[in-house]
């Protein structure tokens, strides 16, 4: 599985964003997915996750009732709209496809990465 993540950029604090992952090789649509982002200096952190059917979905407590993840299982693709965004979530954000068909905010849960998008939120 190959996983292409895009629509990074710069933005204001307060705008927004929509990240995309694309998935080929082979369909997710029965495995959880999930996006982590890594700032400079610190360790990759978990963001959210949304299992197989898109029911469930499970958020980091920094994006709650900021961040939306959602997946479209016919285009083999998950999305992350980013709203309110603050300069504490400059980082590389990472989709990931999981082992299982569940949410998951611990990354050894995931099996396959894509290569990153660069965010970053200007004060």
């Known amino acids: 599985v190959q996983l292409q993540a895009s629509g990074g950029g710069l933005v204001q604090a307060g705008g927004s964003l929509r990240l995309s992952c694309a998935a080929s090789g082979r369909a997710v649509s029965n495995n959880g997915m999930g996006w982590f982002r890594q700032a400079p200096g610190k360790e990759r952190e978990f963001v959210a996750s949304i299992a197989w059917s898109g029911g469930s979905t499970y958020y980091a407590d920094s994006v709650q009732g900021r961040f939306t993840i959602s997946r479209d299982r016919a285009k083999n693709a998950v999305y992350l709209q980013m709203n309110s965004l603050k300069p504490e979530d400059t980082a590389v954000y990472y989709c990931?496809?999981?082992?299982?068909?569940?949410?998951?905010?611990?990354?050894?849960?995931?099996?396959?990465w894509g290569q990153g998008t660069q965010v970053t939120v200007s004060s």
């Open positions: 990931a496809a999981a082992r299982g068909a569940g949410t998951s905010r611990y990354s050894y849960n995931y099996n396959y």
